[in-house]
C-alpha cells in the first residue's frame, strides 16, 4: 500500500505516534498522580478521625489523673488521697456529663483544696476529662457500659435562663458578668468540649458567684446535657 496515496508520509506516522505516546504517558502519570493524592487524603482523614484502642485512653487517663494532681486528694482502689472520697467507688463516670456534673458541683471544695495544697487548677485540653472519666470508670467497682442522657432543649433552655444567664447573659447578646456563650457554643463539638470548658474556667466562676451572692449551681447529669442540647442549636446561628 502506498502510505502516500492518503496524504502522510512513514515519518508523519512515526510523528503522530510519537505524539500519542506522549499523551498517554501524560495521562497515566496524572492519573496515578491524582490515586497517590486520594489516598493521601483518605490516609489523613482516617488518621483524625480514627477511634484511639481502650488501653490508650485508659492509659491517658491515668497518666493525666496522677501529673495533674487528682491522686493528691483522691485515691483510687484505696491507694492515694484521702482528702476527697475514693473515685472507683461510683458509675458516674460511665456518663461524661453524668461525671461533668458531679465535678462542677463540687468545684469550689476542690478549688479550696487545691489552694491549701498550693496545687494549680488543671488546664484540662482536649479530650483529657474523657481519658480520666474512661480511666476512673475502668476501675469502678460496679462495672456498667457507658452511657448518655437524651438532653431536652426545653428543659436546657429553662435551666441555662435561670442560672447560667445571669452571668453569662443570652447567647449572643453580650455577657453581663462572664463571656458571652454563644460564640463558645458555636466553636463546640461534643459532650467532653462541653465539659472540658466548663470545668477548665470553673475556679474563675468561684470569687465571682461569692462576691455576687450567687449560689453556687448544682446540676444534675440530665440537666447539664439538656443545657448542653440547647447550647448546641447556636452552633449554626453564628459562623
Given at each position: 500500500m502506498n502510505i502516500r496515496h492518503f496524504g502522510c508520509c512513514p515519518a508523519d506516522v512515526r510523528g503522530r505516534r510519537s505524539r500519542s505516546g506522549v499523551f498517554f504517558l501524560a495521562m497515566a502519570f496524572l492519573a496515578m498522580a491524582f490515586a497517590v493524592h486520594l489516598m493521601l487524603l483518605l490516609g489523613a482523614a482516617s488518621g483524625q478521625g480514627r477511634v484511639r484502642p481502650l488501653k490508650e485512653t485508659i492509659d491517658s487517663g491515668r497518666f493525666l489523673f496522677q501529673t495533674q494532681g487528682c491522686a493528691s486528694c483522691h485515691s483510687v482502689m484505696g491507694q492515694g488521697g484521702t482528702v476527697g472520697p475514693d473515685l472507683t467507688r461510683t458509675?458516674?463516670?460511665?456518663?461524661?456529663?453524668?461525671?461533668?456534673a458531679v465535678m462542677w458541683n463540687h468545684v469550689p471544695l476542690m478549688a479550696k483544696a487545691r489552694r491549701e495544697k498550693?496545687?494549680?487548677?488543671?488546664?484540662?485540653?482536649?479530650?483529657d476529662i474523657g481519658d480520666i472519666f474512661t480511666?476512673?470508670?475502668?476501675?469502678?467497682?460496679?462495672?456498667?457500659?457507658?452511657?448518655?442522657?437524651?438532653?431536652?432543649?426545653?428543659?436546657?433552655?429553662?435551666?441555662?435562663?435561670?442560672?447560667?444567664?445571669?452571668?453569662?447573659?443570652?447567647?449572643?447578646?453580650?455577657?453581663?458578668?462572664?463571656?458571652?456563650?454563644?460564640?463558645?457554643?458555636?466553636?463546640?463539638?461534643?459532650?467532653i468540649e462541653f465539659a472540658t470548658r466548663m470545668l477548665r474556667h470553673a475556679p474563675k466562676m468561684v470569687p465571682i458567684a461569692r462576691k455576687k451572692s450567687i449560689p453556687w449551681p448544682q446540676f444534675s447529669g440530665s440537666e447539664m446535657a439538656s443545657i448542653f442540647a440547647y447550647l448546641k442549636l447556636f452552633r449554626r446561628s453564628k459562623p
Open positions: 458509675t458516674v463516670w460511665a456518663s461524661p456529663m453524668l461525671g461533668a498550693n496545687l494549680p487548677w488543671p488546664m484540662f485540653q482536649g479530650r480511666f476512673l470508670h475502668s476501675l469502678s467497682h460496679r462495672k456498667g457500659g457507658a452511657y448518655s442522657f437524651p438532653g431536652e432543649v426545653r428543659k436546657g433552655e429553662i435551666r441555662f435562663s435561670g442560672t447560667c444567664q445571669k452571668c453569662h447573659g443570652q447567647p449572643f447578646q453580650g455577657g453581663k458578668i462572664g463571656p458571652d456563650l454563644g460564640p463558645v457554643a458555636a466553636r463546640m463539638s461534643d459532650e
